[in-house]
Nanobody
Framework: QVQLVESGGGLVQAGGSLRLSCAAP????????MGWYRQAPGKQREVVAG???????NYADYAKGRFTIFRDNAKNTVDLHMNSLKPEDNAVYYC?????????WGQGTQVTISS
């Protein structure tokens, strides 16, 4: 069974930074892409950033210039560095893995920004 292990969420003041990490130690298949989504209260889950095995990245407009995604293919890890955080970034952040057949989700990690 694939399990994604997330860490790094927490409480930070507006303007601060956080780093989210996700590891997928049990994966034995080839990963097409890894990334992060988020879901704020009362809203739908939305993409934050993604990165392919070849290193191609994509970011939501609100993340461009503030967030950076990193991936270690050998370790099956993906990190999200978030800077200049805003109150509207409050959400549960989910790690996401896209395999050849299925997609997998982490349990989510809470990010709270205080104004």
């Amino acid at each position: 069974q694939v399990q994604l292990v997330e860490s790094g969420g927490g409480l930070v003041q507006a303007g601060g930074s956080l780093r989210l990490s996700c590891a997928a130690p049990g994966i034995t298949f080839s990963i097409n892409a890894m990334g992060w989504y988020r879901q704020a209260p009362g809203k739908q889950r939305e993409v934050v950033a993604g990165i392919t095995s070849g290193g191609r990245t994509n970011y939501a407009d609100y993340a461009k210039g503030r967030f950076t995604i990193f991936r270690d293919n050998a370790k099956n890890t993906v990190d999200l560095h978030m800077n200049s955080l805003k109150p509207e970034d409050n959400a549960v952040y989910y790690c996401h893995v896209l395999g050849p057949i299925s997609r997998y989700w982490g349990q989510g990690t809470q990010v709270t920004i205080s104004s």
